[in-house]
């Protein structure tokens, strides 16, 4: 889309924004679902079961704060 010279705003709305707007409508995704990274605890079990397999040390740490920006380059 940019090589036809597309502005790049209008390239955002398209792949990103217009997306975002309609999954937002349901109150269940926002854009700082993944721009803030929270917390890792791989000691977490759902329904009685981890992500760890094969005897994996849990990784456990801090959320690196604000993501990189979704930038179009």
Do not use: F, H
Not at 48 to 66: D, E, F, H, M
């Amino acid at each position: 889309m940019i090589e036809p010279n597309i502005p790049v705003e209008a390239i955002r709305n398209v792949t990103y924004e217009n997306g975002l707007a309609v999954y937002c409508l349901s109150g269940e995704m926002k854009a700082s679902d993944w721009l803030v990274p929270v917390g890792i605890d791989q000691r977490t079990l759902y329904s009685g079961n981890s992500v760890l397999r094969g005897g994996q040390s849990p990784k456990i740490g801090q959320g690196s704060g604000a993501a990189n920006s979704l930038e179009i380059v």
